[in-house]
């Protein structure tokens, strides 16, 4: 159970778009002003394969949040449908109930995903008893939350029960964060920006025990991260999301060593390493999802624009007129630009799928 | 020439729960021009380290060394003169900065409000150098009439840089300016300041716990963990090969990409690092060292010399076995 | 590439303030730890609470009070209050052995009438209290949980209700439905639960951005589950902060009601005595006994009970404490 498997995706997400609306205050909406409308999701197609870990990367606003608490059921898409192995999640409410069960969040801020009332056994038999599982393979419900404490790497279990979220360290929280997931025994685990808030030295542990639960229990996993460092490290797939679509998609080792978009080749180039600083290539702030360029969202500040070579390519037209989406470059490896699709054409003219 | 030179410095906070040792005897050195990294996690005492030189600590906290800041001791200044060097010899950016911003003020009142303090200009002179400062970070000056909401992240934290340089300091103190942005922000703000440094012959104090960052902007850096320095020496050679166990769990959280060796093979200490009042004994870090070995139980380390311009508070390095990667 | 570990190998030793403290036996049923749980919880708002010396001292005094009002029998005869009662001595007279707080216009013991008066007042405070609390809890979650609409429509009835001035609503209610110590509780649970429901709001909206309950929902919890589970623990302890606060201030409303004639004549409080006394000029004629008892009284309880409240607050809520 070791490598995913090639079989149907447990987890799809078909032409997905989320937006915010902005408030306008009474006066303004009565004159018939509307308030900015921020695209957080603006068409985004994703599957996610059984017992995978796939690292959704971007910078803030580029919709990778928004993203992963839609798929949560925690914001509602204005467009699109999720389907959970194979079923769409608006069929019924007994779909989504098991769902709701088999897929799973694991918060940024242990901290704040614990409540500071609760004891460590209230928080992870939560899941349990929402659901009204009161026993499991023939476990009752204490035994269910201990093997679940243990299986996050707290041992002995039975010590924690009573412990408020307060007395433990950051490390030992996110675990507890993990055990509260692994009780309902998920297909998925959503994890948003896991380890950054985690002190670096812990990271480490925390980033060992989510890949040693895919390999143990085969279960997927949907990683937001902003370091593409971590994707590095623990993910099979990268996505790389820009103003609400994804730009860039392959296997992790192609997208992060021979990066196909030149956004992905932005970020690569600003991760520090020994050796110099590096000179960052793109220029301003990150861009305004209430206000999305034409074309290709990324031109204004493509490099590949900036310098001439799109112009060169010829494609500069189409890269300021014409929007994309995600084009299979080499097998498995997809990214949304005209210049690497126009380079793929004349390298290999006769193969364009 | 040493801008900034501190010997044995220690920071013991006063609480409810009895004294607190922040700092337990720390020593560095940053000459002109150059820039010294610190990096450490929570609880290391490097925050604790910036207070202490600007004597910005709370009161009732004993700081007992000697930090000599362009060969004045700060810590024995009196206050007339304390004030008159805070920010025109030493200045500080520090954490979270963007939020030290009056939202009610704009952003050039504010900037000169630090150099009309210090007795340095009359507003009107000092408006038109905090065009020029604002000029120098890479901001319009029409920016000046614009109130803290109105930036960005990124630009918030270039006023907070242009605020530090207000009074031509000759040390920047800058504690984690990078770690709430962006990459892409990160990057810009990183190459702000390199130019800044050399452009200006600035000495730079640059305190964060990413190890990567500080490779590439300080030529010099240490590692502090439990409120010591517990190595030191040129960045890439301690980041490439690291002398103290700490500093190679530390180094392995930020993996190279590409490099093969990181792939599927995150690498982490378990345990926490310790709080102020709950330091292990002997070496600090033996509880979660992977070498530890009996002595290092009962046995304080010195800062040992480990190789060219380098330092180890490890005990494996007297007895000749430095730790390979 | 290294194989990944067995999970076998992540042993994470128990935090280290936990070992000498756990029970000796670890309950088993999840019923055990609930009740265990509020155990320690409690025994460790007390010794926190013990530390604090004004709380402490604004709980002897309430006990004391609360003592009096219980035990009132035992204290003073029930006879005393009773204009008609053989047990009257001389009226107005100043203390003496007989009588340590000396006479009323009728010779009744000013001590059986303070004593005596502790009950209304207190009674009074509670109910007031309780009923102002519930309407402005359940609203506060309310329009906190639910947003939108509901929330705007509650909040200006909430402002509403806090505009309407306390006295001549109570006139009004009293000329109506008679004075009776009934309108007066009814009159201060209605004026007073506005602040309770806006601390309240307050409070729920940001509980209900926490992750831990966005988690609960993304786990499919409804919203009984999510009110009673995650908001009112977290904002319980806000509720009863603020409600000890609210008790001292129903007590004063009731002494004010009470002496302005709007209560019930034939109840002895130490409102009505105030009002009796002043009504009979006992201000100008120097008659002290008759004022300063139950007006000190008065003052000592709100004391008292602001002063727990305080410490209550300082204990309970989320922002005042270092966490």
Redesign the interface.
């Known amino acids: 159970m070791t490598t995913p498997s090639e079989t149907d995706p447990v987890l799809e997400v078909e032409d997905l778009f989320v937006s915010f609306q902005g408030r306008v205050g009474l006066g303004a909406g009565l004159a018939g002003k509307k308030g900015t409308t921020a695209k957080a999701v603006d068409g985004v197609d994703l599957e996610l394969r059984r017992g995978e870990v796939l690292a959704l990367a971007g910078e803030s606003g580029c919709g990778k949040t928004t993203l992963a608490r839609t798929i949560m059921g925690l914001e509602r898409p204005q467009q699109g449908e999720i389907r959970f192995e194979g079923e769409p999640l608006g069929k019924s409410s007994k779909i989504l109930r098991e769902y709701r069960r088999r897929v799973q969040i694991v918060f940024q801020d242990p901290t704040a995903a614990l409540n500071p009332r609760q004891t460590i056994y209230e928080s992870v038999a939560e899941g349990l008893r929402i659901h009204g599982i009161t026993s499991q393979d023939g476990l009752p419900e204490e035994k269910l939350v201990a093997r679940a404490l243990a299986r996050s790497g707290l041992r002995p279990p039975e010590r924690f029960f009573l412990v408020y979220p307060h007395e433990l360290s950051g490390g030992q929280r996110q675990r507890v964060v993990i055990a509260g997931a692994l009780v309902l025994e998920p297909e998925i685990i959503v994890a948003d920006e896991p380890v950054s808030s985690l002190d670096a030295s812990v990271r480490g542990e925390i980033l060992k025990l989510l890949l040693g639960l895919r390999d143990d229990f085969g279960i997927a996993m949907l990683v937001v991260t902003h370091d593409l460092g971590l994707a590095w490290t623990i993910a099979d797939r990268v996505a790389v999301m820009y103003l609400g679509r994804i730009v860039e998609i392959g296997p992790t080792e192609e997208v992060l060593t021979k990066p196909l978009h030149p956004y992905t080749k932005a970020l690569l180039e600003v991760v520090p390493e020994a050796g110099g600083l590096s000179r960052p290539v793109l220029s301003g702030e990150p861009p305004d999802p209430t206000r999305i360029p034409e074309g290709c969202r990324f031109h204004p500040r493509c490099p590949e624009v900036v310098s001439g070579a799109a112009a060169s390519a010829g494609v500069e037209g189409r890269c300021r007129g014409e929007d994309l989406g995600l084009i299979e470059l080499t097998p498995e490896h997809l990214a949304a630009c005209h210049l690497a699709a126009a380079r793929r054409r004349d390298v290999v003219p006769s193969t364009m799928t | 020439m040493s801008v900034l030179s501190v010997r044995d410095l220690e920071v013991t906070y006063r609480t409810q729960a009895g004294p607190i040792p922040a700092v337990r005897g720390v020593s560095l050195d940053i000459a002109t021009g150059e820039v010294l990294g610190l990096a450490g996690e929570s609880g290391c005492g490097k925050s604790s380290i910036v207070n202490a030189i600007l004597r910005l600590v709370p009161p009732g906290t004993t700081v007992t060394g000697e930090v000599l800041l362009n060969g004045e001791n700060v810590l024995t200044m009196k206050p007339g003169r304390l004030r008159a060097v805070r920010w025109t010899q030493a200045s500080v950016v520090f954490q979270g900065a963007m939020h030290a911003l009056n939202p009610v003020q704009r952003i050039g009142d504010q900037l000169a409000e630090a150099i009309v303090i210090h007795g340095q200009s009359r507003q009107r002179e000092a408006l038109v150098r905090a065009g020029e400062l604002l000029d120098q970070v890479g901001l319009p000056p029409r920016r000046l009439r614009d109130y803290p909401h109105e930036l960005s992240g990124g630009q918030k934290q270039r006023v907070m840089i242009a605020m530090a340089l207000a009074c031509s300091p000759s040390l920047i103190i800058a504690d984690e300016p990078t770690t709430a942005l962006d990459v892409m922000v990160q990057a810009q703000v990183l190459s702000l300041l390199n130019e800044l440094q050399h452009e200006l012959g600035l000495a730079m104090l640059f305190i964060t716990h990413d190890l990567s960052v500080l490779v590439e902007i300080s030529g010099r850096l240490a590692i502090m963990y439990a409120g010591k320095i517990v190595e030191q020496g040129p960045s890439v050679s301690v980041f490439e090969k690291p002398a103290h166990p700490y500093t190679e769990a530390l180094a392995a959280a930020f993996p190279a990409i590409g490099d093969q060796r990181f792939r599927k093979a995150p690498s982490g200490l378990g345990g926490d690092p310790p709080q102020p009042d709950a330091v292990p004994t002997g070496c600090s870090f033996h509880p979660r060292c992977p070498y530890a070995f009996d002595a290092c139980a009962s046995t304080v380390p010195d800062l040992y010399a480990s190789g060219e311009g380098r330092r180890s508070a490890c005990l494996l390095v007297p007895k000749g076995e430095l730790i390979a990667r | 590439?290294?194989p990944?570990?067995?999970?076998g190998r992540?042993?994470?030793?128990?935090?280290?303030?936990?070992e000498p403290t756990?029970?000796p036996e670890?309950?088993?049923?999840?019923r055990a730890?609930?009740w265990?749980?509020r155990r320690?919880s409690a025994k460790r708002v007390w010794a926190t609470y013990r530390k604090n010396r004004l709380g402490m001292i604004g709980l002897g005094a309430l006990v004391f009070f609360i003592a009096v009002a219980v035990f009132a029998p035992l204290i003073a005869s029930k006879d005393g209050l009773d204009p008609t009662c053989t047990c009257t001595g001389v009226p107005l007279q100043p203390p003496s052995l007989h009588f340590p707080f000396g006479t009323d216009n009728f010779g009744r013991s000013v001590f059986t009438l303070t004593v005596w008066g502790s009950r209304p007042s207190l009674i009074v405070g509670l109910f007031a209290t309780l009923i102002s609390v519930a309407i402005g809890a359940v609203i506060g979650i309310f329009a906190g949980y639910f947003g939108g609409k509901s929330e705007a429509v509650l909040m200006r009835l909430t402002d509403w209700f806090l505009v309407i001035p306390f006295l001549p609503l109570a006139i009004v209610l009293a000329s109506i439905l008679g004075p009776s110590l009934f309108v007066i509780i009814v009159v201060i649970g209605v004026t007073s639960w506005p602040s309770t429901a806006r601390i309240v709001r307050a409070q729920s909206l940001t509980v209900k951005t926490?992750?831990?309950v966005?988690?609960?929902?993304?786990?499919?919890?409804g919203h009984w589950?999510l009110t009673s589970?995650?908001i009112l623990?977290?904002v319980g302890p806000l509720i009863f902060a603020n409600t000890v606060l609210l008790i001292a201030i129903a007590i004063l409303s009731e002494t004010t009601l009470s002496f302005l004639g709007l209560g019930d004549p034939l109840t002895t409080s130490w409102g009505t005595t105030l009002s009796a006394a002043f009504g009979s000029g006992a201000a100008s004629a120097g008659q002290w006994w008759w004022l300063l008892p139950p007006g000190l009284a008065i003052v000592f309880v709100v004391l008292a009970f602001t002063l727990c409240g305080f410490a209550l607050d300082e204990i309970l809520n989320p922002r005042l404490r270092e966490?």
């Open positions: 590439m290294r990944p570990e067995a999970l992540y042993d994470v030793e128990a935090p280290p303030g936990v756990p029970p670890v309950p088993r049923s999840p730890i609930a265990t749980r320690m926490r992750p831990y966005e988690r609960a929902r993304a786990l499919g919890a589950h589970r995650h623990p977290n966490r």
